[in-house]
């Protein structure tokens, strides 16, 4: 990885030394920084961690302008929408699964999440040294940084891994532990790769538990806590398919964030309420606003619209997600149904400008992630009290499911639920189900499982630089 970590590493440094990287280069510089040495403080390693909250806001990660890879386009590569006419084709061939290891955006998206590992790794780099003086402060940074480590890890793996079955042998990422610019990682195993995550987290819940003062101020949500650790680690077990250990920790969450209610719902894609949010990364004016890839709403541009089959799942004149999420847009003479769940915070609601927070993590995933591990240990009862409790809550019909009926209730749930979230693309290849386009589709309809294409090629520039780096199988 050497050709990419200097890339990654030359970023960072520009990021984290602002002034110097504003100035005028010096090519005969008469001294240079020694990173063993350059964090001295704990407002050093501060900035340094808001560095790594900084790093998430990029086009290939939550950020837009480029791939949105865990925003929009695990539901572009999916069923939940369509290319539009309105579309400049920027990202048809994602959208059409032909994508190669010598595609830019799947480079991007490789790099981006690493940026973010390596942005962790800087800032944690010799922080125990302060640990006898300031030990509340360094549990709380090194806590978040190891958690933010650990989460770029694993939604590299959502894309990059062969397959999610906790102990497989197939091919996971590298994982990268140590912020070296000439390190060239290996990639671990699937297992290996959920061994390294699980590790991380587990010491994360565990240093941030002890700290010097609350992670969150003022209750903002837009940290890492030990909250957020739980939501990962739930997360991550369902996609491993540990089941109690799921129902562990999406426990913990629901049990201190409760559902919003149908009021509030609405206001939390306004930014004017954080009820259920367990970890918002915030954006601002300046920043690129999420979702543009689908909904450009500055330019009012449709790209990708929902599918049929994603709108008719759910009951329009009930469920307030359906409000929440989409809306009828004029444009020219005739008007069309958008993904409007991003427009804007509640002050520009009126004149929207595509800038809000984007919610990584809510409580109603964590009731559709202990539904699914009650009903796959056959605890039908447990699973079908959560998803009515999500029903309810959403203003949905409650169902009377069981077995393998309950399980696709779920899924429904989730993929009414988590739209554009990041979530679709991901939920079918878990499950290892076939992508069924019926919009607007008469090519690139169908992926049955077991194709390549479920899992993203390594990036060609990765393979040259890094002999240590296997491509994965059919590229």
Partial sequence: MKRNLKYISSFILCGVLMASCTKKVELNPTYTVNGDISFNTVEDYEAALTGTYVRLKA???YGSGSSNAFVGLPDMLS??????????????????????ADDGNIEGIWLDAYTVVQQANLTMRNIDKLSSANPGAVNRIKGQALALRAHAHFDLFRYFGEEYDRNSTKLGVPYVETYDIEQKPARLTVKGTYDKIEADLKLAKQLLSNTDEAVQPGNSRAYVDSLVVDAMLARMYNYAGLSDSAI???????NARPLASAAAFPLIWQDASLSEVIWTVKFEQGNSGIGDNIYYVVGNRASYRPTANLLNLY?????????????????????????????????????????????????GEMYLIRAEAYARKGNDVSGLADVNA??????AAVGVETGAALLQGIMDERRKELVVEGHRFFDLKRTTRTIIRSTNCSNFCSLLPGAREWAFPIPQSEITANPQMVQNPGY
């Fill in 59 to 61: 086009g290939n990660y």
């Fill in 315 to 363: 009951n329009t004149s009930s469920d307030i997600r359906y409000t929440s999420y989409f809306q009828v847009r004029p444009r020219g003479s005739s008007s069309r149904l958008v993904v409007s769940k991003y427009l804007a915070k509640q002050p520009f609601i009126t004149k929207p400008d595509g800038i809000v927070d984007f919610k990584a993590f809510r409580t």
């Fill in 248 to 254: 562990k920790y999406a426990t913990y969450v629901i």
């Fill in 79 to 100: 069923d939940n929408v369509f290319e539009s006419t309105e579309s400049l084709a920027n990202y048809t061939t994602l959208q059409r699964w032909a994508y190669t």
């Fill in 390 to 395: 999500l029903r309810t809550a959403r203003g």
